[in-house]
């Protein structure tokens, strides 16, 4: 399994603004995902993010919006920029583990934008 | 690309009762199949998984899912439903090559309400 801290839990933020998500692993991993969950919603993918180089992004989201880091093998953080209402939402951190695509997820962080 | 379709978005049954929670899947290749759940304010749980082993396959909580390629389903049961059952699933799918590249793609999910 993996153990994985997402920082913050949740948090209330004004439009216009940006709000920095931190998911860290408690072990060393290629691949980590980023996934929206809009109210009352599915989880979709935002992204993906490899160590040392640039993030792939899912039809629909721009790295303008969502700019992603990825230093080292266990951590990563989200940004989500030039807040608005519409990007209230679950944002939840994964990485994939096991050989069998088995995906652990963080707790998540509760936007809300007001 | 691969998709999923979890057939009803709220599912009622009673204590005790079975529970079965419809998904099926498509994929242009042999995919893997996972059932996560979702408590309420909660992370995502791993439930079960197939990974083209056994066709039955068994998870936490006794649930346990039945992969079936003639019908490109995965549908999720439980024999007697308890309430901490209660909660929200979703079945996923990934076409990853062990090493998980392709990230996962999600149904909508299904609320399960247990009436006591």
């Known amino acids: 399994s993996a153990v994985i801290s997402q920082k913050p839990s949740r948090d209330i933020c004004q439009r216009g603004t940006s709000l920095t998500i931190q998911c860290q692993v408690d072990?060393?991993?290629?691949?980590m995902f980023w996934y929206r969950q809009q109210p009352g919603q599915s989880l979709t993918l935002i992204a993906t993010?490899?160590?040392?180089?640039?993030?792939?992004?899912e039809s629909g989201f721009v790295i303008d919006k969502f700019p992603i880091s990825r230093p080292n093998l266990t951590f990563s953080t989200l940004t989500v920029s030039n807040m608005s209402p519409e990007d209230s939402s679950i944002y939840l951190c994964?990485?994939?583990?096991?050989?069998?695509?088995?995906?652990?997820f963080g707790q998540g962080t509760r936007l809300t934008v007001v | 690309a691969q998709s999923v379709t979890q057939l009803g978005s709220h599912v009622s049954v009673s204590e005790g009762a079975l529970v079965l929670l419809r998904c099926n899947y498509s994929?242009?290749?042999?995919?893997?199949l996972f059932w996560y759940v979702q408590y309420p304010n909660q992370g995502l749980q791993l439930l079960l998984k197939?990974?083209?082993?056994?066709?039955l396959v068994k998870g936490i909580n006794g649930f346990e899912a039945e992969f079936k390629k003639s019908e490109t389903s995965f549908h999720l049961t439980k024999p007697s439903a308890h309430m901490s059952d209660a909660a929200e699933y979703f079945c996923?799918?990934?076409?990853?090559?062990?090493?998980?590249?392709?990230?996962?793609?999600f149904g909508k999910g299904t609320h399960l309400i247990i009436q006591p």
């Open positions: 072990s060393q991993v290629t691949m």
């Open positions: 197939y990974t083209s082993a056994a066709t």
């Open positions: 996923a799918v990934s076409v990853g090559s062990g090493g998980g590249a392709d990230g996962l793609t």
């Open positions: 994964s990485v994939e583990r096991g050989g069998n695509s088995e995906a652990f």
């Open positions: 993010a490899n160590q040392g180089s640039e993030a792939t992004y």
């Open positions: 994929s242009s290749v042999p995919p893997y």
